[in-house]
């Protein structure tokens, strides 16, 4: 077959210094195999340390395993950070010559796609400003620019795209599918899971540095919600002035996991501590980026003030509609009759997990829609 | 053959990149490679010709001709010795040879040292000194003292992420490096029982050498050539060896 890269049960440990003369040897990647094939887009997804930059400088031969094969056909353009190797006293001319040579190219060859690199960046009227006075947003553009014009045979590259305007990255994606189907083979690691599942032919699960699933995306995409379940993400956070405190909080399935159709029910119990009439109580939905998904309260939605009792429940459901599978959050909140002081407000303390949906979709859910063709 | 253009083709890159980064902010810009010494002379000239004087002619030109391999040598050194650490992130995201790092900051201080010449020998044909034949060997000469300091630079780079000890450790001991060569003094004074001891400091070795060619005119001994040749083949080679037996480790660390 087509395959320009061929990784079979690669090994490497770091030791990492934790005083002195102490040291733990961390095993970064443990027992890998897989194969890259031309015209094939492969991402790797995986918790943070699950060895995915790892895989990927070994792939791109920065640092050699300890144990294992690699072979590699080609040229191999990693594209792992921002700006690298650039030197910010320079101008964006001159860091475009020096990155070329960094990546191993002759003068003369930088110079003749000097010209595209320059208008894919968008960047013309800069080009002669030092590169420090230049924006995250434009080293990346810059150094994308040059590493998609070094017609690699694998590229690689490690969420850098996340950075930059939302248009140009589009740009940058239409381009690496476009050279894809032109025969590179890109190797691809990002936490954008709607990226990866549009792009990827195939994707890679990592854990601990090894790989715990491998094949269709949305498959591996799915097991990887079902992992990150286990472990919730975002940090339970509280604050309030403590005049009401909330005490409880029960789901109406303990389980926590629901269909799209199912209702959430949550019976939240508060106690008050001092004398305080009436308030507002709140929740918000929140995906596992910490995007709000919805906010309601009873002021602004049933313009209704809690009158408070010195021990209370209060219980709100709701049903999710038509929002993406995975994993979601629940703050809850009481505040004063203006809706401005909380008493007591907890961030994501309450998790549920849907998984009505076969798929995740581009956004946040599936918009129940009509289709008409005329 | 593609390959080496290539790296050749890096080397230069860096090189320019490393020399522009030093002057292009500056309103003398490259000017300042021949200011600088030609203030120092003017410098040594007040101090050795008018408050100190030593039974030698022309005795601020015997300094220069030491003290500009000196700096070379100081300069390169202390340069190199975070090379690899500060550009970590280049060696842990890109692919190059990480040889070419130390060594691009070797050359790029040997084109300054270069011009600094040039201004040494303007000034020496001003003050009324006798051109000799023996100066055709400096350029060579100066080529195998840039293979020694390669050969620190690499060493002390490739020891840095360890060990950052290895900084205040190489300032002290370079400054008493610098004490027992014979830059502001003349070799002559150092007592004979010493100077088996003086000469296994090869920056001294080298600078002598230096003054035989380019102050003294004469032919340069051979001991000190042979030394010379000696410390450089056996400094480079050993830290180029030690390098690529550690360097997966220091990447690994780094």
Known sequence: MNQVAIVKDIYLSYNVHTGFFSRQVVNAVNGISFNLSKNEMLSIIGHNGSGKTTTLSIVAGILKPDKGNIVVKGRVVPFLGLGIGFNPELTAKENVFLYGAIMGFSRKHTLRIYDSVVEFSELKDYMNLKIKEFSTGMYVRLGFSVAIYTSPDILIIDEVLAVGDVRFQRKCLETINNIKVKGTAIMFVSHDMGLVSRFSDRVILLDRGKILKEGDPDDVIQSYMDMQENSPMLQKSRRGSGEIEIVGIDMNKPDRSYQNDEEISVSVHYKRNSEVKDGVFGFAVTDDNGVVISGPNTKDYANMLIEFKNEGTIEFSFKSIALNPGKYFITVAFYDNTNRFPYDHIDHVEYFTLNGLKRKHLGIMKLPVKWKVK | ?254
Not at chain 2, 53 to 81: A, C, E, H, K
Not at chain 2, 126 to 146: E, K, V
Not at chain 2, 218 to 238: E, G, K, Q
């Open chain 2, 1 to 254: 053959m593609e390959f080496f253009t290539r790296h050749i083709n890096l080397l230069t890159e860096l090189i320019k990149s490393d020399l522009k980064s030093k002057y292009k902010n500056t309103i003398l810009g490259f000017l300042w490679i021949l200011f600088e010494p030609l203030f120092m002379m003017i410098i040594l000239y007040i101090v050795f010709n008018k408050f100190i004087r030593f039974q030698m002619d022309n005795y601020p030109m015997y300094i220069l001709s030491g003290v500009i391999l000196w700096r070379f040598f100081i300069n390169t050194t202390s340069q190199s010795i975070f090379i690899f650490y500060r550009n970590r992130e280049m060696i842990l995201k890109v692919r190059i040879p990480r040889l070419l790092l130390p060594f691009s900051i070797v050359l790029s201080n040997l084109v300054i040292t270069f011009f600094e010449y040039i201004v040494y020998f303007i000034l020496f044909l001003l003050a009324g000194m006798h051109l000799s034949w023996t100066m055709l060997f400096f350029l060579p000469y100066l080529l195998l003292f840039a293979f020694f300091t390669a050969g620190v630079s690499l060493l002390l780079a490739l020891i840095y992420p360890f060990f950052k000890d290895v900084k205040p450790g190489w300032e002290i001991f370079s400054q008493a490096l610098f004490f027992l060569c014979p830059i502001f003094y003349p070799f002559e004074i150092v007592p004979y029982k010493f100077i088996h001891v003086y000469l296994l400091n090869p920056v001294a070795v080298f600078i002598l050498g230096v003054h035989e060619m380019l102050y003294a005119g004469v032919i340069t001994d051979s001991t000190i050539i042979l030394n010379s040749v000696f410390f450089s083949v056996i400094v480079f080679i050993v830290s180029v060896l030690v390098f690529l037996m550690n360097e997966e480790k220091m990447v690994k660390s780094i």
